[in-house]
């Protein structure tokens, strides 16, 4: 059964690069079946889509946030990361990765199957 | 964007209830929905796809329908392990967005 895995620091300090990693298990990354995508859900509150990656490097943001975000992918490790610059308190929350299923409507657009169990990022000095 | 406009925003009912969530799309969104739930402490948990497809092991007593900007959630006797939130997003295009959430309680 699939499993994803966030990694990464807990606490970041303003105006940092808040950095995170999400390792693929018992699934290959490598699939034109899935995306691999970042949600966050700030405390208390809703979930915001951050962007996903295909294997292929292909990238799609949420324009919100595109100005500051970098998704990547390494295939050979099987995970995909995800990077947010210039952070402020704003940006603390949980963030999520999760597989989406690749419906072949939306160029960049699944919905998520499989989650990891969330990664809590506090942006604070 | 596709604002995705979701009600009520909580509810309380009690145990063999009929619960029903709505979600509305600002745009048509065709059958390009889902809808997950969310348990305290616990990531996101796909429970139905394209508006109305149950995912496999997902109990029957949950279902989806609509079409275009009107969708429907019910679930359809009410059990003490389905308090949680629950959430649609639409995946017809991009951003993708998510509703405000139903966090469903027991009265």
Redesign the interface.
């Known amino acids: 059964q699939l499993q994803l895995q966030e990694s990464g620091p807990g606490l970041v300090k303003p105006s940092d690069t808040l950095s995170l990693t999400c390792t693929v298990s018992r699934d290959s990354i490598s699939s034109d079946r899935f995306y691999w995508g970042w949600i966050r859900q700030p405390p208390g509150k809703g979930l915001e889509w951050i962007g996903n990656i295909f294997y292929t490097g292909n990238t799609y943001y949420n324009p919100s946030l595109k100005s500051r975000v970098t998704i990547s992918v390494d295939t050979s490790k099987n995970h995909f990361s995800l990077k947010l610059r210039s952070v402020t308190a704003a940006d603390t929350a949980i963030y999520y990765c999760a597989r989406g299923f690749n419906t072949g409507w939306s160029l960049g657009a699944p919905y998520f199957d499989s989650w990891g169990q969330g990664s809590l990022v506090t942006v604070s000095s | 964007?596709t604002q995705m406009t979701q009600s009520p925003s909580s509810l309380s009912a009690s145990v063999g209830d009929r619960v029903t969530i709505t979600c509305q799309a600002s745009h048509d969104i065709s059958h390009?929905l889902?809808w997950?739930q969310q348990k305290p402490g616990?990531?996101?948990?796909?429970l139905i796809?394209?508006a109305s497809s149950l995912?496999t092991g997902v109990p029957s007593r949950f279902s989806g329908s609509g079409a275009g900007t009107d969708f429907t959630f019910t679930i359809s006797g009410l059990q003490p392990e389905d308090i949680a939130t629950y959430?649609c997003?639409q995946?017809?295009?991009?951003?993708?967005?998510?509703?405000?959430?139903t966090k469903v309680e027991i009265k």
């Not at chain 2, 616990?42 to 796909?46: F, I, S, V, Y």
């Not at chain 2, 995946?91 to 959430?101: A, C, I, M, S, V």
């Open positions: 964007d390009y889902s997950y616990k990531a996101p948990k796909l796809s394209t995912e959430y997003q995946y017809d295009n991009l951003p993708l967005t998510f509703g405000g959430g």
